[in-house]
């Protein structure tokens, strides 16, 4: 009889360890491939907001500054791509697919990954050497956009307090406009002449971005007294503003609206619950220690599941998964009986 040399178990492990390894695939709900993606939204902000700012604030060259973020964030990117998404798993029917052959399959087979490739095609790293605004042609990393917006799914799922991460996003979109709009305000006094009249930028000082962030923010939000355009680029810009403004806040006050909406839906669904229960056992007369029964009952179910609508809950799982949890439910039930 042949026998393995001892030698060559701990290979053998090593190239088992390294299969099981190589064929993982993750939760998209697990809380280190959420922080994960929190870190790949990150770098998705940062393509956002830099590159019009390294044209417009920063006088030469920038690569040697913003190169290393650059460089970081494209590996964040390239880490993502190649190694996480296609081993990202998902629903089908209701049960979750594990098998590393059917994510990988699902990633390359759909529209996601030619935008994932799109957004690593290294324009800026090519054009660097020739033109001051190379880092104008990062905005291409921007094709994921869904890497950031599901971040914000995700973290409503497992958060307490939903609507504070649905905040922080309107917020962010916010902020974003009125970065941009800082820069554009800047190029446009540096293009007419620092202090040249009334409406650019009076000067250059070490405030130079939060004078044009304060210009941009009272300008979107129609609040204080702004200098009159004297230009026609500054009447085109000051419109675009204005309409800017008008869209932004409306959509803003309309999203802050559902988000209070939402948050409190659940609180006055249950006290309404709650009356309609308390008349019917007065319109009944039940005892007083039932009555203590049921409200009892209607609180601990409130504080545990946030819901009274069960039966609502349910009807949003899939059949199979919906019978499973009945299964469940019935055979806890004979279990206490």
Not at 207 to 230: D, E, H, M, Q
Request: charged fraction near 25%; hydrophobic fraction near 45%; glycine fraction near 4%.
């Amino acid at each position: 009889m042949n026998r393995v040399a001892p030698s060559d178990l701990p290979s053998a492990e090593i190239l088992q360890k390294w299969k099981q390894l190589t064929r993982k695939t993750f939760d998209p709900q697990e809380p280190r491939y959420v922080a994960w993606q929190l870190l790949v939204a990150a770098a998705y902000a940062y393509n956002a907001w830099t590159p019009l700012l390294r044209v417009s604030f920063w006088v030469g060259d920038t690569s040697q500054l913003f190169q290393p973020c650059d460089i970081l964030c494209d590996v964040v990117y390239f880490i993502d791509i190649i190694v996480l998404r296609p081993r990202e798993r998902f629903y089908k029917s209701g049960t979750a697919v594990k098998s590393f052959g059917k994510t990988a399959r699902k990633y390359l087979d759909g529209p996601l990954l030619r935008r994932d490739l799109l957004s690593l095609v290294p324009l800026d790293y090519i054009v660097t050497k020739f033109s001051v605004y190379a880092p104008l042609l990062r905005y291409n990393r921007l094709l994921r956009i869904e890497s950031y917006l599901v971040v914000f799914e995700k973290m409503e799922m497992v958060s307490k307090n939903a609507f504070l991460w649905r905040l922080v996003r309107i917020v962010s979109y916010m902020l974003l406009v009125i970065h941009l709009n800082a820069c554009a305000y800047y190029v446009i006094s540096r293009i007419q002449g620092i202090g040249s009249n009334s409406f650019v930028l009076q000067g250059e000082g070490e405030l130079v971005y939060i004078r044009c962030f304060y210009f941009s923010f009272k300008t979107a939000a129609g609040i204080g007294k702004n200098a009159r355009p004297t230009h026609e680029w500054e009447y085109i810009f000051m419109a675009t503003l204005w309409l800017e403004g008008s869209f932004i806040f409306a959509f803003i006050l309309g999203q802050i609206k559902d988000i209070v909406a939402t948050a409190v839906r659940g609180k006055a669904e249950y006290q309404e619950s709650m009356d309609m229960v308390v008349r019917y056992m007065v319109q009944m007369d039940v005892t007083a220690e039932l009555d203590l029964r049921v409200r009892r009952y209607l609180v601990e179910t409130y504080a545990t599941k946030k819901t009274l609508a069960e039966e609502a809950v349910l009807g949003i799982l899939p059949g199979k998964e919906r019978a499973e949890v009945l299964a469940c439910e019935t055979k806890d039930v004979g279990i206490k009986l």
